[in-house]
């Protein structure tokens, strides 16, 4: 059967997933990600505190070996994510004086980017910078890089790793902007000041976080409004969960949110890439996040495709 990354080739996109290094080796697994896959998303190995554990002493064994998977297989990686208030290691928080702190985070993007050098084609240098309302995270652990440096933090990461791979796309990346909301204005705005001081941003990501009841209107919408700005847009992290036990109805509900959302990025020339949070229930983040649902992705616990991987194929065959 035609694969989903010669479909989405065909459709001049990529496709891909959130994959694990430690699963890669599995047989089964290794096999749909090098077969079915575009791109690929380290879904934790590149996150501060599996790379940068203590600070100045880097570990990059996991993320090089997904970043080799891909070389080995002609597909680009997603380098997710340099700054984000997750994944922190306790060092990190523990700098008390923000100018030591600022030069760890430039320090810490410096030397992450230049590692991988080309072998990064993006990256999602901030993720997740914004309240529900629009405006930078100013509350608990998530706001704590604005908290800390303020808002010149952004443009300051998107410099630092412009300065140490010239050639990579950088992307903000963020969650509950896929339709018209107090949010997706809020970044909007922030990204079109960010565009105005020069600052080196290529692409918005748009996560896509679903459930199987979303009725994903407005999507192609919004990314058009971004893209209009002069910017790539991508769906970076699409999954869409379920009540268990999964049924029928649910499935076919799910299949519809995966094929609208792979539409929507069709739909829209500067839409780039479609990549799922995961491709498999087996190995899902969903369960552990939120207890009684899962069933999230395109295939099930034994990589059996389910409705959803076929509305994606559907979506990209009709371009
Ligand atoms: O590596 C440790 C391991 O040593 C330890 O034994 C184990 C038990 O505590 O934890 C392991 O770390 C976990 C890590 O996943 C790797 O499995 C962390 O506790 C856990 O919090 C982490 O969850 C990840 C989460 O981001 C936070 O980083 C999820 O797998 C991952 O799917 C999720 O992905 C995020 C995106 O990065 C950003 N957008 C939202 C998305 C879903 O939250």
């Not at 203590?54 to 970043?67: E, P, R, S, Y």
């Amino acid at each position: 059967a035609v694969s989903l990354r010669q479909l989405a080739a065909a459709a001049d996109v990529s496709v891909g997933s959130a994959v694990r290094a430690v699963r890669l080796d599995e047989p089964d697994y290794g096999h749909w990600v090098g077969e079915q896959l575009s791109t690929l998303t380290a879904e934790n190995e590149l996150k501060w505190d599996q790379v940068e554990p203590a600070q100045g002493q880097f570990t990059f064994t996991n993320a090089d070996k997904i970043v080799q998977f891909a070389l080995d297989h002609g597909q680009m990686v997603r380098g997710h994510t340099l700054v984000w208030h997750s994944a922190l290691p306790s060092w990190v928080g523990a700098i008390g004086d923000n100018t030591q702190l600022e030069a760890a985070l430039e320090n810490h993007i410096t030397s992450v980017v230049s590692h991988f050098g080309t072998g990064v084609d993006v990256w999602d240098v901030v993720n997740e910078p914004l309240d529900d309302n629009g405006y930078l995270r100013t509350s608990g652990t998530e706001g704590f890089w604005n908290n800390r440096l303020g808002a010149a933090y952004i443009a300051n990461s998107f410099h630092w790793a412009h300065a140490a791979n010239p050639s990579a796309r950088l992307y903000l990346n963020e969650y509950g902007i896929e339709s018209d909301s107090a949010k997706a204005r809020g970044l909007y705005e922030l990204v079109k000041g960010l565009l105005a001081q020069g600052v080196p941003i290529h692409g918005v990501g748009f996560q896509t976080h679903k459930l199987e009841t979303t009725r994903l209107s407005g999507l192609a919408d919004t990314l058009r409004r971004f893209a209009d700005l002069g910017l790539d847009v991508a769906i970076t992290e699409l999954d869409v969960r379920m009540l268990l036990p999964a049924d029928a109805d649910k499935l076919a509900r799910q299949a519809s949110v995966y094929g609208w959302a792979t539409a929507a990025c069709l739909a829209v020339p500067r839409c780039v890439s479609v990549t799922t949070w995961g491709f498999t229930d087996r190995y899902s983040w969903i369960p552990a996040a939120y207890p009684g649902w899962g069933a999230a992705t395109m295939t099930d616990a034994s990589y059996v495709e389910k409705p959803a991987y076929v509305a994606v194929q559907q979506a990209l065959l009709a371009g």
